[in-house]
């Protein structure tokens, strides 16, 4: 079984600059979670989706910070402009069903804002 | 609000020496509390878990007890090996608020 994909691994930008990372979740998952994870503590929940429907957004910064998950599969999260404080390893998780579901979790990409 | 506590990496072993990370926690209610392990370049996996006090979760030599009492989840592991240099994270899912909440987590390295 395929696991959760995320593109790219590496991104580096300027301050101010936008970006977007994208997410495949594992075939038949319904509940997709973004994550953000910087340097030196937890990962912590930015959103997640069940279907296509935001379940929970309540973390994210939604001045800079934009997710979609179109026909309840892939998803993207983007940040625009983005800010020195931004850097930090975005993770996938998906899940079959709710949250009391094992979470599966992509390898993340690495974001370095310069 | 809820939140878990880790004891600081990193924690460095021998290879067969045994292994103790603590990990304690404060929540409402009675959540659900997990190990996640983070092997490097990879992403996070669930190395076990438990739903109620008292359960022990137990995986790959791993074992961790859910001790309300102490609002404690440390986990253990008798003779530690080098694949298990990762980075281990605790976990808490109170159901009411239907999200994870991660711990710092705390770095292993094991040598030959």
């Known amino acids: 079984e395929a696991g959760v994909a995320q593109s790219p691994r590496y991104k580096i930008i300027e301050k101010r600059q936008s970006v977007a990372f994208w997410c495949n979740p594992i075939s038949g998952h319904a509940t997709l979670y973004w994550y953000q994870q910087i340097l030196g503590q937890g990962p912590k929940l930015l959103i997640q989706f069940q279907n296509n429907g935001v379940v929970d957004d309540s973390q994210l910064p939604k001045d800079r910070f934009s997710a979609e998950r179109l026909k309840g599969v892939d998803s993207t999260l983007k940040i625009q402009p983005a800010k020195l404080e931004d850097s930090a390893v975005y993770l996938c998780a998906t899940s079959q069903g709710t949250v009391l579901n094992e979470q599966f979790f992509g390898p993340g990409t690495r974001l370095t804002v310069l | 609000g809820d939140s878990v506590t880790q004891m600081e990496g990193p924690v460095t072993l021998s290879e067969e020496a045994f292994l103790t990370i603590n990990c304690t926690y404060t929540?409402?209610?009675?959540?659900?509390l997990f190990w996640y392990v983070q092997y490097p370049g990879e992403g996070l996996q669930l190395l076990l878990k438990a739903t109620k006090a008292d359960d022990k979760g137990s995986n790959k030599g791993f074992e961790a007890t859910y001790r309300k009492e102490t609002t404690s989840f440390h986990l253990e592991k008798g003779s530690v090996q080098v694949s298990d240099s990762a980075v281990y994270f605790c976990?808490?899912?109170?159901?009411?608020?239907?999200?994870?909440?991660f711990g710092t987590g705390t770095r292993l390295l094991v040598s030959p």
């Open positions: 976990a808490l899912l109170n159901t009411g608020f239907q999200k994870l909440v």
């Open positions: 929540a409402t209610g009675y959540p659900s």
